[in-house]
T-cell receptor, first 113, second 110 residues
Framework: KQEVTQIPAALSVPEGENLVLNCSFT??????LQWFRQDPGKGLTSLLL?????REQTSGRLNASLDKSSGRSTLYIAASQPGDSATYLC????????????FGTGTRLKVLA | DAGVIQSPRHEVTEMGQEVTLRCKPI?????LFWYRQTMMRGLELLIY????????DSGMPEDRFSAKMPNASFSTLKIQPSEPRDSAVYFC????????FGPGTRLTVL
């Protein structure tokens, strides 16, 4: 059974710092991996999608990497800003059985001005 | 495109009442997902459809929950009868590859 873990659960950093959020999964048979952002009281916003054949994706200050063999993905945020404060979730789409998404519990990020 | 549309945005009801949540996916998307989010359990997949057909409903908590997708542009999630422990935010999402979420329905069962 696929399990997705995100560590740390919460993180506070000063503005301008570069930071890395981690996502681990137990079954490497994945179709893709997606990173989301969720602001308080809001829905999830898609940030980056990495297909299983890809190693990384970039969008602006965000870079996501994928290492299937080790069951890990990282989301790198460059030059963090207070507006980056949110909960970040990763989701793995499985290929074993049904093509459903398994979500991690998220990392709550606070960027201090 | 207006994105994934959910209604109502907020629902307050009394225990035992029937609740129907509605979702309009993004046009052209062939997958539709229903999730529930609580502080205790995080984001849980309830059921998902592919081309209007239910594929995996293993996350539906019990028989009180049912979901339908009569056509490619509409889905419902029904709870009958509702209980206080059903209080949560319910999200609908659709995808071809990238998954897009609706704004959610905040359900409170008194």
């Amino acid at each position: 059974k696929q399990e997705v873990t995100q560590i740390p659960a919460a993180l506070s950093v000063p503005e301008g710092e570069n930071l890395v959020l981690n996502c681990s999964f137990t079954d490497s048979a994945i179709y893709n991996l997606q990173w989301f952002r969720q602001d308080p009281g809001k829905g999830l916003t898609s940030l980056l999608l990495i297909q299983s054949s890809q190693r990384e994706q970039t969008s602006g200050r965000l870079n996501a990497s994928l290492d299937k063999s080790s069951g890990r993905s990282t989301l790198y945020i460059a030059a963090s800003q207070p507006g980056d404060s949110a909960t970040y979730l990763c989701a793995v789409r499985t290929t074993s059985g049904t093509y459903k998404y398994i979500f991690g519990t998220g990392t709550r990020l606070k960027v201090l001005a | 495109d207006a994105g994934v549309i959910q209604s109502p945005r907020h629902e307050v009801t009394e225990m035992g009442q029937e609740v129907t949540l509605r979702c309009k996916p993004i046009s052209g998307h062939d997958y539709l997902f229903w999730y529930r989010q609580t502080m205790m359990r995080g984001l849980e997949l309830l059921i998902y459809f592919n081309n209007n057909v239910p594929i995996d409903d293993s996350g539906m908590p019990e028989d009180r929950f049912s979901a339908k997708m009569p056509n490619a542009s509409f889905s419902t999630l029904k709870i009958q009868p509702s209980e206080p422990r059903d209080s949560a935010v319910y999200f609908c999402a659709s995808s071809r590859d990238t998954q897009y979420f609706g704004p959610g329905t905040r359900l409170t069962v008194l």
